[in-house]
Every structure is written in C-alpha cells, then in structure tokens.
C-alpha cells in the first residue's frame, strides 16, 4: 500500500523557490496519478498540480501556472514539486496524494491517499 510523505516546505521570503518531495514509504509510486494540494487556514483544499504516472501528462492550477514545475522519478518512487517566483498567498500546508491510475485526475475527491503535508510560509 501507497503511504506517502511530504519534505522541503519551509519559510522564505517572497520572490524565493522551494522544492517540495512527495514520497511512498511503501508500494511504489508508479502506476499512480500523483497531484499536490494546498490548503490555507481558513480556505478550501485547492488543486495545484498533477502528473500522470509516466510523467507524459501535467497539470496546474491557474494560480501557479507559469512558477510552478511537477515532475517525478519513479527509478526514486520520488514526485517533485519546483515552486519558484514564491507569492504570501503560496502561503498554505502542501498535501501530496496518489491514486491508482493511468489517467490524469484533478479533484480532490479523486485522490483515495494523502500525505499529512508540509508547511509552506512565504513571507513579505
């Protein structure tokens, strides 16, 4: 079974990137759709962004389309996430979360595993 973990949130001051690591402590990654979500404090979960398993396909929110890259090495069981040109409203606990498909998917309700997240403070 999938059971994933998230690494390289952090403080940084606007302008500054981050990269963030979504990884299984269990079954591989490969096979699954792999998306990150972000949630602000008092906010609803929102989309980020998405690779198909074979890394072919991404996906991004209109809010960081353009700053943010995915990618993903399953030879690692590794997804990335490249978060440049930093904004305070990137402000948000960063949730990686998997499913098992070959398909590109974008909801939150699409997900069946999530990681616990990891916090991401930009500052001005």
């Known amino acids: 079974q999938v059971q994933l973990g998230e690494s390289g949130g952090g403080l940084v001051q606007a302008g500054d990137s981050l990269r963030l690591v979504c990884t299984s402590s269990?079954?591989?990654?490969?096979?699954?759709?792999v998306g990150w979500f972000r949630q602000a404090p008092g906010k609803e979960r929102e989309f980020v962004s998405a690779?198909?398993?074979?890394?072919?396909?991404?996906r991004y929110g209109d809010s960081v389309r353009g700053r943010f890259s995915i990618s993903r090495d399953n030879t690692k069981n590794m997804v990335y996430l490249q978060m440049n040109s930093l904004k305070v409203e990137d402000t948000a606990m960063y949730y990686c979360?998997?499913?098992?498909?070959?398909?590109?998917?974008?909801?939150?309700?699409?997900?069946?595993?999530w990681g616990q997240g990891t916090q991401v403070t930009v500052s001005s």
């Open positions: 979360a998997a499913r098992r498909t070959v398909t590109m998917q974008t909801r939150t309700s699409d997900f069946r595993i």
């Open positions: 690779i198909t398993w074979s890394g072919a396909l991404q």
């Open positions: 269990g079954e591989t990654l490969s096979g699954h759709t």
